[in-house]
Structures are given as C-alpha cells and as structure tokens.
C-alpha cells in the first residue's frame, strides 16, 4: 500500500515538475524567435548570423526545460 | 589504394544491408553481441507493453565483463565504433586525391571545414587557429552520433541517448578548456581568476565551472532521449504508419544537427571566455 503511494506521488510530481518546467524555455525561446525576426527586419544581409545566434541562445534557454525533462524521466523510472 | 577503399566501403555497406535483412522480423529482433566473452547472434523476444519497451530502450544491456564490477557496455560501444570507422573512412577516402581543382567529396570536406575554421577565428581570434581541428571534429562526431539513429537496423541506437557518452564529451571539453587557460594565462593569473570580485565568491566559481561541463552534457542527452521516446510513443500509438517519418526528420534530422552545433559553439565560446 504504502509503497502505491509513493508510486503514485513520484508519477504526480513528474507530471508538474515536466508542466512547469516547461513554461520558463517556452517564453524564453518565443523572445528569442521574436527578437531576432525584428533583427532580421531591420538588417535582412546578417540573417545568417542573426539565425545561428538565435539558435544558440534558444538551445541555452532551452536547458532549464531538459533538466525537469531528466528529472522527471527519473521520478517515472528510477522511484 | 584505390581499390582497397572501396573494397572496404563495399565490405562495410554488405554488413548493413545482412545485419538489416537479418533482424526483419515483427515479433522478434536479432541481434549481434558478445555475452560472458562469447560472440553471440541471438533473437530477442520484443515486449508488447509501451512500459516494458521504454524500459528496454533504457537499458541497453549487452554488458562486457573485463574485472570486478569494471564493465563496458557493447551495444553503444558497438555504435560508436561504427561512426569512428565512418569517419576515418570518409577522411581516407577526401585525403586520398588532393587536387587544387576539388571533387565532389573534397568540396562537401572543404566547405565544413573553412566553416568552422571562420567561426573559431572570428570567436576567439586569428592567432588561435589551431583549435580548429578539436572543434570541427566534435561537432561531426555528435552530428553523426546523433543522426545514426535514423538508420532503421534493430540495435542501431544513437550513442548519445546513453548518458556516458555526452559526460565523457563534456569532461574532455572542461579539460580542454582549462589546459588552454593554463597555457595562456600562466597558472597563478589562472587560480587569481576564482576570487575575481571577492574573496567569498569562490565556491561559487568553483561550483559555476563545474556546472558548465554538467549542463551542455545534460543538454545533448536530454534532447535526444526525448526525441527518441516521443518516437517511441507515437510510434507505437499509430503502428509505425508514415507519422515516425516525419517525427525522424525532425527530432533526428533538425535537433540532432541544431544540439551538435550548440554544444560545439558553447565549448568554443567557453574556450574564447577562459582564454580572453
């Protein structure tokens, strides 16, 4: 019993921990997208550079999203 | 030599197209492996439930036995092999005719080559070009560890979905950057470099330092461990019809190459930043 509800606490917090993980990196890389399609606009013969800074800063932002990802992947498997 | 090369192309295509041709099956797989020091063929019973496949994607056994508790673990060793012994071949085969008017291959060569080699020059300056060949190599043996996937042969994971792999890269890439460091700076400027603002702040440097080598590792394995279970998932949700093409090229195709370059430019950029 007691460990059904460790079970089941572990799935909970996988589920949270993954939904607000994911708010942070989503408003950051839509910034990014944003800020860079304004860049682009106003300078349209950098795009290439303004595209590739725009990934890194994206994959950057992104990072604090994959930590609840592994976080949660260990809360479903490794609990 | 000429021949040589393309008789082992031609050895190495045959491999492939057996192993593939071999593991067609829908029940079960075969698969190549070493088991307590015997070369084993072997079929593997797959699983039903979506739970018992993850968790088989999980734990790719396949464990080497060499002392004590000291093991390697084959079936991503056996990748990774496979993507070096691509690499030196398709060096071997750019370096063999060199010409001042380039062939094919040489121009795909030529055109990753002077990209990166511009890249580091203008991050972390023209008198330190001779990071170009650790950078340019990083990034094609991610690149091709990540889309190797793709290639539908039972047992043909991508090596940087196992944790190891992406901390190994990590570690090196730490290293790499503090031997530089030392180099440039001399090692009392290096050490001065931990107490910068104030005295108080080095274990937070420390621990900062650290962090960098545990991010952009974690960084690599979680997307393509992602990836790979929303495959995984979806796959099975819709019977391997037509949608897992597309999720391929995305999540093995856009994010693979989108991952290797980021950690190839973070492991420049932290190169530039301990070197300045």
Same mark, same amino acid.
């Given at each position: 019993?007691?460990?059904?509800?460790?079970?089941?606490?572990?799935?909970?917090?996988?589920?949270?921990?993954?939904?607000?993980?994911?708010?942070?990196?989503?408003?950051?890389?839509?910034?990014?997208?944003?800020?860079?399609?304004?860049?682009?606009?106003?300078?349209?013969?950098?795009?290439?550079?303004?595209?590739?800074?725009?990934?890194?800063?994206?994959?950057?932002?992104?990072?604090?999203?994959?930590?609840?990802?592994?976080?949660?992947?260990?809360?479903?498997?490794?609990? | 030599?000429?021949?040589?090369?393309?008789?082992?192309?031609?050895?190495?295509?045959?491999?492939?197209?057996?192993?593939?041709?071999?593991?067609?099956?829908?029940?079960?797989?075969?698969?190549?492996?070493?088991?307590?020091?015997?070369?084993?063929?072997?079929?593997?019973?797959?699983?039903?439930?979506?739970?018992?496949?993850?968790?088989?994607?999980?734990?790719?056994?396949?464990?080497?036995?060499?002392?004590?508790?000291?093991?390697?673990?084959?079936?991503?060793?056996?990748?990774?092999?496979?993507?070096?012994?691509?690499?030196?071949?398709?060096?071997?085969?750019?370096?063999?005719?060199?010409?001042?008017?380039?062939?094919?291959?040489?121009?795909?060569?030529?055109?990753?080559?002077?990209?990166?080699?511009?890249?580091?020059?203008?991050?972390?300056?023209?008198?330190?070009?001779?990071?170009?060949?650790?950078?340019?190599?990083?990034?094609?043996?991610?690149?091709?560890?990540?889309?190797?996937?793709?290639?539908?042969?039972?047992?043909?994971?991508?090596?940087?979905?196992?944790?190891?792999?992406?901390?190994?890269?990590?570690?090196?890439?730490?290293?790499?950057?503090?031997?530089?460091?030392?180099?440039?700076?001399?090692?009392?400027?290096?050490?001065?470099?931990?107490?910068?603002? #104030?005295?108080?702040?080095?274990? *937070?440097? &420390? /621990?900062?330092? +650290?962090?960098?080598? !545990?991010? %952009?590792?974690?960084? $690599?394995?979680?997307?393509? #461990?992602?990836?790979?279970?929303? *495959?995984? &998932? /979806?796959?099975? +949700?819709?019977?391997? !019809?037509? %949608?897992?093409?597309? $999720?391929?090229?995305?999540?093995?195709?856009?994010?693979?190459?989108?991952?290797?370059?980021?950690?190839?430019?973070?492991?420049?950029?932290?190169?530039?930043?301990?070197?300045?």
């Amino acid at each position: 019993m007691e460990s059904e509800i460790i079970r089941a606490a572990a799935l909970l917090g996988a589920g949270i921990c993954m939904g607000f993980g994911a708010i942070g990196p989503g408003i950051g890389e839509g910034f990014t997208a944003g800020k860079a399609c304004e860049g682009i606009a106003r300078s349209p013969e950098n795009a290439g550079l303004l595209t590739r800074t725009m990934l890194v800063g994206q994959a950057v932002s992104e990072s604090t999203g994959i930590y609840s990802l592994v976080i949660s992947l260990l809360l479903i498997f490794a609990v | 030599m000429k021949k040589k090369s393309k008789k082992a192309l031609l050895i190495i295509l045959a491999i492939i197209i057996i192993e593939g041709i071999l593991s067609i099956g829908l029940d079960h797989e075969l698969q190549f492996g070493f088991d307590e020091g015997k070369f084993v063929i072997r079929n593997i019973e797959s699983e039903k439930s979506i739970q018992d496949q993850i968790n088989h994607e999980f734990q790719q056994y396949h464990m080497i036995k060499l002392f004590g508790k000291f093991t390697i673990n084959w079936s991503v060793l056996r990748v990774i092999l496979f993507v070096d012994l691509f690499l030196i071949l398709f060096a071997a085969l750019v370096r063999r005719k060199m010409h001042l008017i380039p062939g094919k291959l040489q121009i795909v060569a030529e055109m990753l080559y002077s990209f990166f080699y511009s890249l580091v020059i203008e991050t972390v300056g023209e008198e330190k070009k001779y990071f170009t060949p650790y950078i340019f190599t990083i990034f094609v043996f991610i690149w091709i560890c990540n889309i190797i996937g793709m290639i539908p042969i039972p047992g043909n994971l991508e090596p940087t979905r196992n944790l190891n792999v992406p901390l190994g890269l990590g570690i090196m890439a730490l290293v790499v950057v503090h031997y530089s460091a030392i180099k440039e700076k001399g090692i009392g400027l290096y050490l001065k470099e931990y107490a910068e603002p #104030l005295a108080f702040m080095l274990p *937070i440097n &420390v /621990v900062g330092e +650290l962090a960098k080598g !545990i991010s %952009i590792s974690f960084r $690599l394995f979680g997307n393509i #461990l992602g990836g790979a279970i929303i *495959i995984l &998932v /979806v796959s099975n +949700l819709t019977r391997f !019809i037509l %949608i897992p093409v597309g $999720l391929n090229l995305f999540f093995g195709l856009f994010i693979g190459t989108v991952q290797a370059f980021v950690f190839t430019m973070l492991v420049l950029s932290y190169t530039a930043v301990a070197i300045k």
